[in-house]
């Protein structure tokens, strides 16, 4: 049976995996980053009108486009016209880019899980991260092998592999149901203990307490709706490919209001914690909280192990937590963005489930073995800025334009609006879809081309040149190879 032939077997297991492929590393480390140098306790205003006025929008317009053409981002660009299906490749390519890196930093978290229970980082946990887990600092860069992260990743993915190429509800339905409910129930525990601890207040009123003067920073805006688009996976294909499992009778409007609000409810509960954790370790140690916030791995891997140290017997039981936290967000976030690479193989080549998820992860296995060496992380961090500041953002604009203008939104709004109950779209949603957000994510994908040109050195260049090449030639190759399917 190929990919596009089978259904999600109940409403439950399409919410889950949605709301996986959402709740993700950037939750935890991404989001507290973002709202407290964009202004505390005012970043909600902009943050909660992006939810409102783009997020759900958007998602209304993915689940709807997957919904309507019962199939992935490659095939609906050739039912719209034939010639455009080089467009449904280059977005995939985006995603593919991301898949490859992304599963990296879940082996980083690996690594770290066993070493919660005895805090075998050490005492100078930043040198253990960079020289022992990395092992940038050895000269043989991307030629010398980073043993640790090699092996946990290549655990990672066969971790994803065992669970993405089962039967979509054996695999992916069933691992969501076990991890998602897991993943909030740890997270509440370590929450609920964060809010205790001496300091926490410090830190939650630092991320709470407003500065109205930035409502007026356009920047400031443009971070949160960057932050939406990021947090909810648009711009991925994710929720197209999830969306064309679903059976007719689903209410869209209502499925994708539940993710949208579990998910930043979710990032707006974390934020409250870990804030709460940086609270504690600026009392303790007498350190200015701004110098604990940081993004990404600096957060996670050398801030968060410092807090744990000065937990004492404490941080035996959330260190673990935590890590576990960020290891079941990453691998529920990773294994959805196999799903549209994988449906679009079995759309064009008429792979099986199996054979299709078993490609993607050989290729994907192949692209990231670079990130396993010691010039791992740097590389690392060009592709993530790549891959989502030019090719995701990119790809929503290229999504409203076949689809709202070429194809027309009207069956996309006619099949949202057919099951739903207490919520029906109209002029202003289509007016929102076609006109205004265009318009935002183009401002915010350009914003994000010349941050990266003006901070750019000539590492990032090069590399960026080279996935620049990589992002325009790949689709034109895949496109050219012929079909299997006799209706592609």
Same mark, same amino acid.
């Given at each position: @049976?190929?990919?596009?032939?089978?259904?999600?077997?109940?409403? &439950?297991?399409? =919410? /889950?995996? @949605?709301?996986?492929?959402?709740?993700?590393?950037?939750?935890?480390?991404?989001?507290?980053?973002?709202?407290?140098?964009?202004?505390?306790?005012?970043?909600?205003?902009?943050?909660?009108?992006?939810?409102?006025?783009?997020?759900?929008? =958007?998602?209304?317009?993915?689940?709807?486009?997957?919904?309507?053409?019962?199939?992935?981002?490659? %095939?609906?660009? %050739?039912?719209?016209?034939?010639?455009?299906?080089?467009?449904?490749?280059?977005?995939?390519?985006s995603t593919f880019l991301i898949l490859s890196y992304y599963c990296t930093v879940v082996a980083w978290d690996a690594i770290y899980i066993p070493l919660s229970f005895f805090k075998g980082w050490g005492t100078d946990t930043n040198a253990f991260f960079n020289n022992v887990v990395l092992e940038a600092s050895n000269p043989g860069g991307i030629f010398h092998i980073a043993v640790y992260v090699m092996i946990a990743m290549l655990?990672?993915?066969?971790?994803?592999?065992?669970? $993405?190429?089962?039967? =979509?509800?054996?695999?992916?339905?069933?691992?969501?149901? +076990?991890?998602?409910?897991? /993943?909030?129930?740890?997270?509440?525990?370590?929450?609920?203990?964060?809010?205790?601890?001496?300091?926490?207040?410090?830190? +939650? @009123?630092?991320? *709470?307490?407003?500065?109205?003067?930035?409502?007026?920073?356009?920047?400031?805006?443009?971070?949160?709706?960057?932050? +939406?688009?990021?947090?909810?996976?648009?711009?991925?294909?994710? $929720?197209?490919?999830?969306?064309?499992?679903?059976?007719?009778?689903?209410?869209?409007?209502?499925?994708?209001?539940?993710?949208?609000?579990?998910?930043?409810?979710?990032?707006?509960?974390?934020?409250?914690?870990?804030? $709460?954790?940086?609270?504690?370790?600026?009392?303790?140690?007498? +350190?200015?909280?701004?110098?604990?916030?940081?993004?990404?791995?600096?957060?996670?891997?050398?801030?968060?192990?410092? #807090?744990?140290?000065?937990?004492?017997?404490?941080?035996?039981?959330?260190?673990?937590?935590?890590? &576990?936290?960020?290891?079941?967000?990453?691998?529920?976030?990773?294994?959805?963005?196999?799903?549209?690479?994988?449906?679009?193989? $079995?759309?064009?080549?008429?792979?099986? %489930?199996?054979?299709?998820?078993?490609?993607?992860?050989? *290729?994907?296995?192949?692209?990231?073995? @670079?990130?396993?060496?010691?010039?791992?992380?740097?590389?690392?961090?060009?592709?993530?800025?790549?891959?989502?500041?030019?090719?995701?953002?990119?790809?929503? #604009?290229?999504?409203?334009? &076949?689809?709202?203008?070429?194809?027309?939104?009207?069956?996309?709004?006619?099949?949202?609006?057919?099951?739903?109950?207490?919520?029906?779209?109209?002029?202003?949603?289509?007016?929102?879809?076609?006109?205004?957000?265009?318009?935002?994510?183009?401002?915010?994908?350009?914003?994000?081309?010349?941050?990266?040109?003006?901070?750019?050195?000539? /590492?990032?260049?090069?590399?960026? /040149?080279?996935?620049?090449?990589?992002?325009?030639? =790949?689709? &034109?190759?895949?496109?050219?190879l012929p079909a299997k399917t006799e209706d592609y």
């Open positions: @049976m190929s990919a596009d032939k089978q259904k999600w077997s109940s409403n &439950l297991n399409f =919410l /889950l995996a @949605m709301i996986g492929s959402a709740v993700g590393l950037g939750n935890i480390w991404r989001y507290p980053y973002v709202a407290y140098t964009n202004g505390g306790g005012a970043f909600l205003v902009p943050y909660i009108i992006s939810i409102i006025c783009m997020g759900i929008p =958007l998602l209304f317009f993915e689940y709807g486009s997957g919904y309507t053409f019962k199939a992935g981002i490659n %095939r609906i660009v %050739r039912k719209i016209n034939k010639k455009y299906e080089y467009f449904g490749w280059f977005m995939l390519t655990i990672i993915w066969f971790i994803m592999w065992f669970i $993405s190429h089962r039967n =979509l509800n054996d695999g992916v339905g069933r691992f969501n149901k +076990i991890f998602i409910p897991l /993943l909030f129930v740890m997270m509440i525990i370590i929450v609920l203990f964060a809010v205790t601890l001496p300091g926490a207040s410090i830190g +939650i @009123m630092t991320l *709470l307490t407003p500065q109205p003067s930035t409502l007026t920073n356009v920047n400031i805006w443009l971070s949160a709706f960057g932050q +939406i688009l990021f947090s909810l996976s648009v711009g991925m294909c994710i $929720s197209i490919a999830y969306a064309s499992y679903l059976p007719e009778e689903t209410n869209i409007p209502k499925n994708a209001l539940i993710v949208a609000i579990s998910n930043c409810s979710f990032e707006l509960f974390t934020a409250i914690g870990v804030f $709460s954790i940086l609270g504690f370790m600026s009392t303790t140690n007498n +350190i200015p909280l701004d110098q604990l916030v940081t993004q990404g791995t600096g957060l996670a891997f050398i801030v968060f192990p410092q #807090i744990f140290n000065a937990m004492g017997i404490f941080g035996y039981i959330i260190g673990p937590l935590f890590f &576990l936290c960020l290891l079941f967000a990453g691998l529920t976030s990773n294994i959805s963005v196999i799903e549209p690479i994988a449906l679009a193989l $079995s759309e064009k080549f008429n792979f099986n %489930r199996s054979k299709s998820v078993t490609i993607t992860c050989i *290729l994907g296995i192949l692209i990231s073995l @670079m990130f396993g060496t010691s010039m791992g992380s740097t590389l690392l961090g060009i592709f993530d800025t790549f891959a989502n500041n030019f090719g995701v953002v990119l790809n929503v #604009i290229i999504e409203i334009i &076949l689809i709202a203008w070429i194809y027309g939104i009207d069956d996309i709004l006619a099949n949202i609006n057919k099951n739903a109950t207490f919520l029906k779209l109209g002029k202003t949603w289509t007016t929102l879809i076609k006109y205004i957000l265009p318009v935002v994510v183009f401002i915010i994908w350009i914003t994000g081309i010349i941050s990266n040109m003006l901070t750019s050195d000539t /590492l990032t260049t090069t590399v960026e /040149l080279i996935l620049f090449g990589v992002l325009f030639i =790949l689709p &034109l190759i895949i496109t050219k």
